[in-house]
């Protein structure tokens, strides 16, 4: 199979990584969590004693990692990251890193890095118009704010985590408002990319659907 890309963006606790990673295993291709890696760099600060806000520092920091995906997580310098990103400090922490130009420069270009020369499914915010202009295809992953603060509030549960559904649906919104406004590549669905409503759909619906998409774009490249 020549190189294909698959671009997954959408807001947060729209099933994104879920429906991603299955695409990918389904293709047989590499999965990447753009986001992750931003929780990576968060988390990395926050255990070296960078301060969060000084956004050279990070980007420094962010430069000088060797980033490598794992099945079951992202590793930094060989270290492997799985729940200790996924916590709420650590989500907030990643936000605010996200919103920095100098980083999101640095990863880009990794993330195009490891596009280059392999196939691949991508997700995160700004994958169809920034990191992945390109991708044979394009997906557009939403769900309604009460659908994903009960998705994100069952995780978080099952993980032992103590939530309110309440708070992880303000927290939702709060996340919306900074993805979609802030100055560099905000979240926004890519004109040629395909909408999918994931609020009363099943994952395995949703991941037939893309994948049927991508079998007509593999059909046509051949």
């Avoid at 020369?117 to 939403?142: E, W, Y």
């Amino acid at each position: 199979m020549r190189r294909f890309l698959v671009a997954i963006d959408g807001p947060a606790g729209a099933g994104k990584s879920t429906v991603a990673r299955k695409v990918a295993d389904c293709l047989g291709i590499t999965y990447v969590d753009t986001g992750a890696m931003y929780r990576a760099i968060a988390w990395k600060a926050l255990n070296s004693g960078i301060d969060i806000m000084k956004e050279e520092e990070v980007a420094q920091l962010a430069e000088s990692l060797d980033i490598s995906l794992h099945p079951e997580g992202i590793c930094i310098n060989d270290h492997l990251l799985k729940n200790e990103i996924r916590t709420p400090e650590i989500t907030s922490l990643a936000s605010v890193v996200a919103k920095m130009p100098k980083v999101r420069r640095v990863l880009v270009n990794k993330q195009q890095q490891i596009a280059e020369h392999q196939s691949v499914v991508m997700d995160g915010r700004d994958i169809g118009t920034n990191v992945l202009p390109c991708a044979d295809v394009k997906i557009f992953l939403t769900a309604s704010i009460e659908e994903r603060a009960l998705r994100r509030y069952k995780e978080m549960k099952a993980k032992g985590m103590a939530v309110e559904l309440e708070q992880l649906k303000a927290e939702l919104q709060k996340r919306d408002e900074n993805d979609c406004t802030r100055e560099i590549a905000p979240l926004k669905q890519a004109e040629d990319a395909v909408l999918i409503d994931s609020t009363h759909h099943s994952v395995t619906e949703i991941v037939e659907k893309i994948l049927h998409l991508c079998r007509n774009k593999l059909g046509d490249k051949e």
